[in-house]
T-cell receptor
Framework: AQRVTQPEKLLSVFKGAPVELKCNYS??????LFWYVQYSRQRLQLLLR??SRESIKGFTADLNKGETSFHLKKPFAQEEDSAMYYC???????????FGAGTILRVKS | GAGVSQSPRYKVAKRGQDVALRCDPI?????LFWYQQALGQGPEFLTY????????KSGLPSDRFFAERPEGSVSTLKIQRTQQEDSAVYLC???????????FGPGTRLTVL
């Protein structure tokens, strides 16, 4: 079955420190991976998707099919990055996003 | 333009009551999705519409859940005879294409007492 695993419920870092939010997936086909973010009192919104290979707000994520991972990285965390982050998978022939349980990122000053 | 809107934002129901949750997608978006998000979990898929056609309802947890999108725009998720386990945030999302970026609404928080 398709599954997305985010092993950390909470990641707490100091401002300026590097950040890596882990995401592993289980899917035998060709996946499309996304990171969604939810800031306090705001709605869920797309942060980035693997096919666009962009850097958004300093975040990047590389799809590693060998390790079935799509970790989210940022070299220098900022306080405004504090939010809930969800990794999500869209199946090749599916009709839905499969979400992980989410990781709370807390950036301390 | 306006994003996805949902109403009501909060709903409290007594166990056994029927509820109806509304979603207004972004104008022109063909695809519409409903998700259920329990406390501390990620959103879980309920159902998918392409225009007015419900193409996937594999995530609906029981036959008490029913969704419709009769004119291919506004959608309603109805839950009959609500149970405590139905308490969750119900999210609606729309996209221009099935596999494209999904734009989410603010959600409806349902509490069943």
């Amino acid at each position: 079955a398709q599954r997305v695993t985010q092993p950390e419920k909470l990641l707490s870092v100091f401002k300026g420190a590097p950040v890596e939010l882990k995401c592993n997936y289980s899917y035998s086909g060709s996946p499309e991976l996304f990171w969604y973010v939810q800031y306090s009192r705001q709605r869920l919104q797309l942060l980035l998707r693997h096919i666009s290979r962009e850097s958004i707000k300093g975040f990047t994520a590389d799809l590693n099919k060998g390790e079935t991972s799509f970790h989210l990285k940022k070299p220098f965390a900022q306080e405004e990055d504090s939010a809930m982050y969800y990794c999500a998978l869209f199946m090749e022939y599916g009709n839905k996003l499969v979400f992980g349980a989410g990781t709370i990122l807390r950036v301390k000053s | 333009g306006a994003g996805v809107s949902q109403s009501p934002r909060y709903k409290v129901a007594k166990r056994g009551q029927d509820v109806a949750l509304r979603c207004d997608p972004i104008s022109g978006h063909v695809s519409l999705f409903w998700y259920q998000q329990a406390l501390g979990q990620g959103p879980e898929f309920l159902t998918y519409f392409q225009n007015e056609a419900q193409l996937d309802k594999s995530g609906l947890p029981s036959d008490r859940f029913f969704a419709e999108r009769p004119e291919g725009s506004v959608s309603t998720l109805k839950i009959q005879r609500t149970q405590q386990e139905d308490s969750a945030v119900y999210l609606c999302a729309s996209s221009s294409l099935r596999r494209d970026e999904q734009f989410f609404g603010p959600g409806t928080r349902l509490t069943v007492l």
